[in-house]
């Protein structure tokens, strides 16, 4: 695990706001090494054969509690989102699920009033640690929003490339880190001849893996998607669904979804939560099929939410 995956990597590229109003991405900021790993081939900016491989990283949750103010959103929950495997998160509207994921990556923090206890253990480093460098987190833990936000002023490419130019490759190495995010996100064949043109005038579902594809550029450890679908079609929520189920061979994935079938259909495990505390977690079959809480069966069959 890492929380500075490269020393050529300085800069903050997780979008911290949704629907940002213009094109500059995220300040740059310098990082500090906090713990180390052995260098895999694409921290050398060598060809990556290690795309297929086990390569994810386990986020612990312990008794993690949120506030906003003095209200409590998230009571004390312990929780284990596995390396390669989708970890879905389901419950009714507002019982804080987004308010949970943003903790993980340090977000929550940055709301006026909101503050977090407990731990987040990124393997073995707790993310809360005195003298680990926030925009490191960030950079290790990328997230992906409801609706898809990329910056509205930039080309296909600069979307992509955004992150990573601010750490000062190269232009060439930086046609390749574009079209393999972009490849890896499933977008490079549409794409491939337009990469010129305004993200924006993609389609919505062709935004969201755009990006996808911004968010796995700079090489982050763990992935949050927080209703990745929702604003979008059958068919692009498809190949959403697709993509994800093909990156959890690379990444852990965090799945914030209100859409039992997804859920269903693409996360391995599933967690169920209830006025800010975690119900139930077990494989997602047993959610649906058998739970242990009477709460969760009511829940997954649509009695209630
Ligand atoms: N910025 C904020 N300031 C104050 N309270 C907030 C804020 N954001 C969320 N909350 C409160 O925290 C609780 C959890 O909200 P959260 O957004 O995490 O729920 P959620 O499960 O993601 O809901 P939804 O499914 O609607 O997205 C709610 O009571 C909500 O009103
Ligand atoms: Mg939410």
Same mark, same amino acid.
Request: aromatic residues 4%; charged residues 25%; proline residues 6%.
């Given at each position: =695990?890492?929380?500075?995956? *490269?020393?050529?990597?300085? #800069?903050?590229?997780? %979008? +911290? $706001?949704?629907?940002?109003?213009? #094109? %500059?991405p995220?300040a740059?900021?310098?990082?500090?090494?906090?713990?180390?790993?052995?260098?895999?081939?694409?921290?050398?900016? &060598?060809?990556? #054969? +290690?795309?297929? *491989?086990?390569?994810?990283?386990?986020?612990?949750?312990?008794?993690?509690?949120?506030?906003?103010?003095? *209200?409590?959103?998230?009571?004390?929950?312990?929780?284990?989102?596995?390396?390669?495997?989708?970890?879905? =998160?389901?419950?009714?509207?507002?019982?804080?699920?987004?308010?949970?994921?943003?903790?993980?990556?340090r977000?929550?923090? &940055?709301?006026?009033?909101?503050?977090?206890?407990?731990?987040?253990?990124?393997?073995?480093?707790?993310v809360? /640690?005195?003298?680990?460098?926030?925009?490191?987190?960030?950079?290790?833990?990328? =997230?992906?929003?409801?609706?898809?936000?990329?910056?509205?002023?930039?080309s296909?490419? !600069?979307?992509?490339? *955004?992150?990573?130019?601010?750490?000062?490759?190269?232009?060439?190495?930086?046609?390749?880190?574009?079209?393999?995010?972009?490849?890896?996100?499933?977008?490079?064949?549409?794409?491939k001849?337009?990469?010129?043109?305004?993200?924006?005038?993609?389609?919505?579902?062709?935004?969201?893996?755009?990006?996808? /594809?911004?968010?796995?550029?700079?090489q982050? &450890?763990?992935?949050?998607? $927080?209703?990745?679908?929702?604003?979008?079609?059958?068919?692009?929520?498809?190949?959403?669904?697709?993509?994800? #189920? &093909?990156?959890?061979r690379?990444?852990?994935?965090?799945?914030?979804?209100?859409?039992?079938?997804?859920?269903?259909r693409?996360?391995?495990?599933?967690?169920?939560?209830? +006025?800010?505390? =975690?119900?139930?977690?077990?494989?997602?079959?047993?959610?649906?099929?058998?739970? !242990?809480?009477?709460? %969760?069966? $009511?829940?997954? +069959?649509?009695k209630?939410?």
């Amino acid at each position: =695990m890492t929380m500075n995956p *490269s020393a050529d990597t300085g #800069s903050e590229t997780v %979008t +911290t $706001d949704p629907t940002p109003a213009d #094109s %500059t991405p995220p300040a740059v900021a310098k990082t500090t090494p906090i713990a180390t790993r052995a260098p895999k081939p694409h921290d050398r900016g &060598e060809p990556d #054969s +290690t795309v297929d *491989s086990a390569d994810g990283h386990l986020v612990s949750l312990k008794g993690l509690r949120a506030f906003y103010g003095d *209200s409590e959103a998230v009571k004390g929950v312990d929780l284990e989102f596995e390396p390669n495997r989708v970890t879905a =998160m389901i419950g009714p509207s507002g019982c804080g699920k987004s308010t949970l994921v943003r903790c993980i990556n340090r977000m929550h923090e &940055e709301i006026p009033g909101a503050r977090a206890e407990g731990g987040v253990l990124l393997d073995e480093q707790d993310v809360y /640690a005195d003298k680990v460098d926030v925009v490191a987190v960030r950079r290790s833990i990328g =997230m992906v929003f409801q609706k898809p936000n990329p910056f509205p002023t930039m080309s296909i490419f !600069d979307n992509v490339a *955004s992150g990573v130019r601010l750490s000062g490759k190269r232009t060439n190495d930086l046609k390749d880190v574009v079209e393999r995010s972009l490849r890896g996100a499933g977008l490079w064949e549409e794409v491939k001849d337009r990469l010129g043109e305004a993200g924006l005038g993609l389609s919505g579902g062709q935004q969201q893996r755009l990006c996808i /594809a911004r968010t796995i550029a700079v090489q982050p &450890e763990v992935i949050i998607m $927080d209703e990745p679908c929702s604003a979008l079609d059958p068919i692009a929520t498809l190949r959403v669904e697709e993509l994800i #189920s &093909e990156l959890k061979r690379r990444y852990t994935i965090i799945l914030v979804t209100h859409n039992m079938q997804q859920a269903a259909r693409i996360a391995d495990r599933t967690a169920f939560m209830l +006025t800010g505390e =975690m119900v139930e977690f077990a494989d997602t079959e047993k959610i649906f099929t058998n739970p !242990d809480d009477e709460r %969760t069966e $009511d829940y997954v +069959t649509g009695k209630f939410g």
